[in-house]
């Protein structure tokens, strides 16, 4: 083993010269340029090139005024992540957007704060916020037509069905009934 070990080394001196690197004295194997450093030196020393030449050469933001770590940027990570977000945003819809299961959602003035639509409207028109385990039905089964004779507040969700069918449409048609019946 041994001696395998030093003929190896003795092949490698031979075929390739060995050079300590300028900066650490490390012996290292120099690849066909003949750099003098070794491969973590040259790392080192390009990282710090290019930091100098970002830092000279980079502007400064253009909302706030302090440098920048981008040759390309224009803003700051700050000024970036707020220029962009709520009404500023390019995709800003008026803060109302449908979710993938078509209820509505509005904004609430804060950033995560979305708030669902038919529970507004319904606290709006009741005056009184809804109670704790109430669920919104949508009489007519459309999630985004929030208009308040389509809202009916169910008490649970197990009492959703029956509470739905019976006594919300029983109410819903004799309201109607009022309105198209002849006055005798």
């Not at 390739?16 to 900066?23: A, D, F, G, S």
């Not at 950033?111 to 529970?119: F, G, Q, S, T, V």
């Amino acid at each position: 083993m041994l001696i395998l070990l030093v003929v190896m080394c003795y092949n490698l001196t031979m075929k390739h010269k060995i050079l300590n690197c300028k900066k650490c004295n490390v012996a290292f194997i120099p690849d066909k340029n003949g750099r003098l450093y070794c491969e973590s030196c040259r790392n080192e020393t390009n990282n710090k090139m290019m930091s100098q030449y970002i830092a000279n050469h980079s502007g400064n933001c253009i909302v706030c005024n302090t440098k920048l770590r981008s040759l390309s940027a224009k803003r700051c990570p700050r000024c970036a992540k707020t220029l962009y977000t709520g009404k500023n945003s390019p995709h800003w819809k008026g803060g109302r957007f449908i979710t993938q299961d078509g209820y509505c959602k509005i904004y609430n003035g804060n950033r995560k704060d979305y708030l669902w639509e038919h529970h507004l409207v319904w606290e709006k028109a009741n005056g009184k916020k809804l109670p704790k385990g109430w669920i919104i039905h949508h009489l007519n089964g459309i999630r985004d037509d929030n208009r308040i004779e389509n809202l009916v507040a169910v008490p649970s969700r197990k009492q959703h069905p029956t509470y739905t069918f019976v006594k919300a449409l029983q109410t819903r048609i004799r309201e109607l009934e009022q309105l198209h019946l002849p006055l005798s």
